[in-house]
């Protein structure tokens, strides 16, 4: 099980063990007499200090890989995971350029051999790296025909000095997004969809172009070499391809623009400068990558510091993600903050990368926490749209603007096809990338089974025998995965099976032998894999056996809130979910997802045993369609439940904050039904656990659930007038960790804001905290001057008041006056010219 009451997803430490690291041997009595002649053990990771004579992998003086990334086309999918890329391949994803204005051919500076032209950003090459990569994988001539149009385009765009693809005004035709003259970040994506287009073809002109193209970087001078600011933040990507050319042609220029790629970077060794959930996602690993040449252990360690700080800090939930809906926010930690859809692709892709340059099996956990609990709700089962944001408590999927319980203002929960830009384009290189990552070549020319979703693997082993390996498994839902060898002669060569971080008890049986549990003893934090190296024949079977147990976690960093796990799966309340057309194409039409019952439980749990008292349903797995349905994951749970009638979804429709468990709750048992993440796209799965004992926390109404009569001339997207009368009071005129209403983007203007009282009342006082954001470098500042209003009898007054309503930052600013019954207060302002302003809290007593 995932490692109970943990504050940090993941469950598995990155230490190893020097006597497994060397390689554990199995114990007497361990290992079955009929398997003498087979080499069976546990090892922390696959040999590092040997290199794969098959396949292309780091050359000297990089560090060995230790695990090798196949061509495309090397794994497949079978079974759920095939059918994935097959909707995805005929679902919007793969008719966008019918859908999105970003791919029309007509003037886009993609397919301009100048680079001019329209649409020159990052959505043609984020939209092809998914596409093209699903194209292979699903031997589709059509849509292998249409990738091929963009990189002819990419390929022809190359100009003599080395410089591809948009640029000039073709590039700034979307959005400017530098401060330099140069803008490479979108040319980092196209280099992956180069990189797969080469593996499937062999182009030689695809080595050649990125020749000239980084020798052209060395030439940018350093003032113009990835200024600010998505270029800089995710110049690690440019460095992975880098090294990507450095292995297939070993020019020692390149390693010196490694160098110089890293050093342009924003430093993600030391820290996190960034807190975009995307940037997060894609450059939390970045110092890993670069450690392949630096070989400093602080760059290595960097990854899973980020990691984990990024999780303690906003990461107290289930689902292997974090709260980010656009940005982390102090304050805005609980499971209803969501995260991007491509946060989540680039997540997955991250942690791939890592397990491949580290070996440690650590990554894979995190990369299947994400795949399997995370992305599928965010995307429709058909692939008929997906929404912006998700979380992983997220109780009403519509239209309407959640601002500002989510960062973004706008249409983020709506399942669209035609909506949600950047996530729209780029999310569809996750599942194609999960596939090519099952399996990957050993630096002892062996294979590693990373992922156990069905696929098959075709590869070169050994002294250069050709393998076929038949994942047959229903996993994640179940626990047992065959492997069927086809050899057309014996040959000897290791296979390599993750041991996952929740797993205890694995055990492996070759043809029809007894089972063999080599890790036994071996403690938690130290297993990686079990090493099976015998010489292989035709038709020789390899079972391994993961035994999934129900567990819960506990997240301390959010009310001691509870999630349930089984295996890799997390699982969430079932919630009868009712499905409305909300527009759109007509071929994807978009969708709204509202609530048909309740989901306000909170789950009893015996004290001294938490994971008791749930008990496992095991169905069958559908095929053709996606396993992640409520009516098609074959896998449920069912839990002990009470309702909290106080817990309530606020004025935008979000879920309420989680409070303190155990909860209060005198309501009845029931029992309810718990499906896997994945399959909920409406879903609770992080639980407040229910009490009626004496030890159990009432839970209050908050003031977000309750009507508020507010208005105002104006107020930013992504704030809220009701933020003048919710009763929280600022820690200081910068914070952010509570909600504002800001008059933004109106500068130097009269404004005011507005407060009426559910009935009139004596008032002889008026509180103002105003907003000021100097200190976080923005635009908004305490007014040039104000003034209070109260209406009384219907009529707008101003008090007689001993002086002026103050301008000062960090405190109230207060008026008094005689005692009036008032109906309402208005406060007016100037706003000092070139600034905007705001208010963070009212009170009138």
């Known amino acids: 099980m995932k490692t109970p009451t943990t504050s940090v997803a993941g469950g598995r430490s990155l230490a190893v063990s020097t006597a497994l690291a060397a390689g554990l041997v199995c114990g007497v009595g361990v290992c079955a007499p009929s398997l003498a002649a087979d080499d069976i053990k546990g090892v922390a990771r696959p040999p590092a200090d040997a290199r794969n004579t098959h396949y292309i992998s780091n050359r000297a003086p990089l560090t060995a890989s230790p695990l090798v990334k196949l061509p495309i086309g090397s794994v497949r999918g079978e079974g759920w995971l095939k059918d994935q890329v097959k909707l995805q391949a005929a679902g919007f994803h793969g008719h966008l350029t019918e859908i999105s204005q970003f791919l029309k051919k007509d003037k886009n500076a993609w397919l301009s051999k100048d680079g001019q032209g329209e649409y020159g950003w990052e959505e043609v090459p984020y939209w092809l790296k998914g596409f093209i990569a699903a194209a292979y994988l699903t031997d589709n001539k059509a849509q292998i025909a249409e990738s091929k149009i963009w990189i002819e385009g990419a390929i022809a765009s190359q100009e003599p000095s080395g410089m591809f693809g948009p640029r000039g ?78 292995n297939h042609t070993g020019d020692a220029f390149l390693l010196d623009l490694a160098t110089r790629v890293h050093a342009h970077t924003i430093n993600w060794t030391d820290g996190i400068p960034d807190w975009h959930n995307v940037n997060m996602s894609q450059a939390f690993g970045g110092p890993a990558t670069f450690y392949q040449q630096s070989k400093d252990p602080r760059h290595l360690d960097a990854a899973d510091r980020n990691w984990r700080q990024i999780r303690e800090m906003y990461g107290q939930v289930p689902g292997g993600m974090f709260g980010s809906d656009e940005n982390c926010r102090p304050g805005f930690t609980d499971p209803r903050q969501s995260v991007e859809t491509c946060g989540m692709a680039e997540m997955m892709l991250s942690c791939e990368r890592l397990v491949s340059i580290t070996a440690n099996p650590v990554w894979a956990d995190r990369a299947e926490d994400v795949a399997f609990n995370s992305l599928p709700a965010a995307i429709m089962p058909d692939f008929s749209g997906l929404r912006y944001l998700t979380s992983p408590n997220h109780v009403q999927s519509d239209k309407a603007s959640k601002a500002p319980g989510v960062q973004n203002g706008g249409n983020m929960f709506e399942m669209r096809a035609d909506d949600h830009r950047c996530c729209q384009h780029n999310f569809g290189h996750a599942w194609p990338n999960f596939v090519q990552y099952q399996w990957m070549a050993t630096g002892d020319n062996g294979l590693a089974a990373v992922f156990y979703a069905p696929s098959s693997v075709t590869a070169k082993v050994g002294d250069g025998a050709k393998v076929t390996i038949s994942t047959s498994s229903n996993y994640p839902f179940d626990e047992t995965i065959v492997y069927s060898i086809d050899l057309d002669k014996a040959a000897e060569f290791p296979v390599y099976l993750r041991v996952p971080g929740w797993c205890e008890t694995p055990s492996v049986t070759i043809n029809k032998d007894a089972a063999v549990s080599p890790l036994k003893g071996v403690p938690a934090d130290a297993r ?22 129900v567990g819960v976690r506990t997240w301390k960093g959010n009310h001691n809130s509870v999630s349930v796990d089984r295996g890799p799966l997390t699982y969430s309340l079932k919630i009868n979910e009712h499905y409305k057309h909300s527009g759109g194409p007509d071929a994807f039409p978009g969708q709204e997802i509202w609530p048909e019952s309740p989901w306000n439980y909170g789950l009893v749990l015996d004290e001294k045993n938490p994971a008791a008292g749930f008990e496992v349903v095991k169905g069958s797995m559908s095929t053709g369609k996606s396993p992640f349905t409520q009516d098609g994951v074959p896998i449920s749970i069912n839990a002990k439940a009470r309702r909290i009638p106080e817990w309530k979804q606020d004025y935008l429709g979000l879920v309420g904050l989680l409070q303190d468990s155990p909860a209060k709750s005198s309501e009845p048992i029931e029992t309810v039904t718990l499906i896997p993440m994945g399959a909920a796209r409406l879903r609770v799965s992080a639980f407040p656990t229910v009490s009626d004992g004496p030890g159990a926390h009432p839970w209050t109404v908050p003031p977000e659930a309750k009507n508020i009569k507010v208005s105002a001339s104006h107020c930013y997207g992504s704030d809220t007038i009701r933020a003048v009368a919710d009763g929280l009071v600022p820690k200081n005129s910068s914070d952010h960790s509570i909600p504002r209403l800001t008059w933004w983007d109106h500068r130097g203007t009269h404004e005011w804001v507005e407060h009426e009282f559910d009935s009139p009342r004596d008032i002889r006082k008026v509180l103002v905290y105003w907003f000021d954001d100097e200190p976080a470098n923005g635009k908004c500042r305490t007014p040039k001057s104000a003034k209070v209003l109260v209406r009384v009898g219907g009529k707008w007054v101003e008090p007689q008041t001993l002086g002026p309503l103050g301008v000062a930052k960090d405190s109230f600013n207060q008026v008094t006056f005689e005692a009036v019954k008032a109906e309402s207060v208005r406060i007016e302002v100037e706003l000092r010219e070139g600034f905007s302003g705001g208010v963070l809290e009212i009170q009138a007593e």
Not at 176 to 202: I, R
Not at 230 to 245: E, F, G, I, K, M
Not at 528 to 549: A, E, H, N, Y
């Open 169 to 246: 005004q073709g590039a700034k035709s979307t959005v400017s997004s530098t401060d330099g003259p140069l803008d490479l970040w979108p040319n980092m994506v196209m280099l992956n969809c180069l990189q797969t287009y080469y593996e499937a073809t062999g182009d030689q002109r695809v080595i050649d172009l990125m020749t000239r193209y980084f020798k052209f970087q060395m030439t940018i001078p350093e003032k113009d070499l990835f200024p600010p600011y998505w270029q800089q933040q995710r110049a690690a990507d440019n460095l992975a391809s880098v090294y990507w050319l450095y």
């Open 528 to 549: 990686g894999f079990i090493r099976v190296s015998r010489v292989w024949k035709k038709g020789d079977t390899l079972t391994l056996s993961l035994p999934m147990s």
